[in-house]
């Protein structure tokens, strides 16, 4: 069974950065999509930013010019580089990388001080 780890979260002041990191425990062959998704306290989870195979890049209008999704097939790993943090950016932050299943990381927490 494939695991997602996240790792690169904490407590950081509004106006900083953080880079999260996504690695799969062993590596997966034929990814489509590595994408990464947030959740904030009571509510959805939504989708941040979706980076292809054929490197198309997708992100949410709330983070563009801020966020860069970054990943390496290869390796089966992904990163979202998080600059100019705002207090709205506390959130648990979940890895996903999509082949025909769909794997989930267990989420690390993000938080952005005032």
């Known amino acids: 069974q494939v695991q997602l780890m996240e790792s690169g979260g904490g407590l950081v002041q509004a106006g900083g950065s953080l880079r999260l990191s996504c690695a799969a425990s062993?590596?997966?062959?034929?990814?489509?999509?590595m994408s990464w998704y947030r959740q904030a306290p009571g509510k959805q989870r939504e989708l941040v930013a979706i980076?292809?195979?054929?490197?198309?890049?997708n992100y949410a209008d709330s983070v563009k010019g801020r966020f860069t999704i970054s990943g390496d097939n290869a390796k089966s790993t992904v990163y979202l580089q998080m600059n100019s943090l705002k207090p709205e950016d506390t959130a648990v932050y979940y890895c996903?990388?999509?082949?025909?299943?769909?794997?989930w990381g267990q989420g690390t927490q993000v938080t952005v001080s005032s």
């Open positions: 996903k990388m999509s082949v025909g299943a769909a794997y």
């Open positions: 062993r590596s997966i062959a034929g990814i489509i999509f």
């Open positions: 980076m292809s195979t054929g490197g198309t890049i």
